[in-house]
């Protein structure tokens, strides 16, 4: 396993607000973690669906092993920075999801936002007791109902779904866990194609983990694409693993740091890669993400918002515990993407 240098800075184009834009704190029931959101701007608002994690602490956690229950929730802003207004109901919960499936399915979680047609979706991962399934819903245009309309063979997760049609069909990025691969555990990109968003095929490697320079671990999709002249601008997270990291966070042993990295896909194809930046986009560099929190230097994106003056927003989770923001100008990302 290559070795991956200590320090890697984020993107120089890339700019961070210098605090979380939601915590556990500015919720409304039993919180301990909030992170992992998708976000999409939708009649003039910005809705954010994500994680909550809660029913523990750091001491209860290092005794049972785990977080017992998770949620998925809404929170709407103006301007998709402040000023979040938190749905006190939950608009899924791990708790309701064992009931009424009967312990088949756990939990829902890491949503992220595509909205085709100008219709939402959720995408989601889904822990079952017959392993992790990549879920597709759709949802109305309140976000307070949601359907399950498309569930995955075990194991994939992190899908994200374009938000459009390419050539007549649906299309999304998706990580599935190859076990057998030739670099065992060390999983990949993929895509897949439907015609109606429930029955996938076609499917095919789009980046190989071995592709990217800073990763020594699994890789996998982030924020649904976006749509620019060059082609759709993807990021997707990589992870690489120090075993000599230790104690990092509530976690005993947590060897694993997760980046986010940047790259530019075929507007027709979108399983041929045009550019990818070599370095990481984002790394994980503020204290909230690397001394505080669950699991230190983690960071998942999973939204991206392209505003009118050429400003994306990158909406990602940072150490399992927090939502953050950065932004960077547009020009900037495909130039990153474009040169290597
Ligand atoms: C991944 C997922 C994410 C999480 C990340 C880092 O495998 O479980 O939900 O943010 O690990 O812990």
Redesign the pocket.
Known sequence: MPRVTPFIESAPCIKKLDRPILTSEDMPFDSNLV??AGVTKFNGKYIMVF?NDYGTNPEQFLRERCIPFTSVDVAISDNGIDGWKVRPLHLLDSEKTKAETARELRRF??PRIAVIDGKPYITM?CDARHGIYGAIAEIDDNFEKINVISMSVPNN?NMVLFPEKIGGYYYRLERPMAMFGEDNGCYDVWCSRSRDLRFWGDSKVVLDQRQVPFAND?I?PAAPPIKCENGWLATF?A?DIDPTRGKNGWEPHWD?R?FAGIMILDLEDPTKIIGMYKKPLLAPDRPYETDEGF?QN?I?PGALILEDDGEVKIYY?GA?TVECLATAQVDDLIKLCLEG
């Open positions: 992170f992992n994680r979680y890491d991962a997760r699994k996998g997270h992870v694993c997760y699991r983690v998942f989770g399992d």
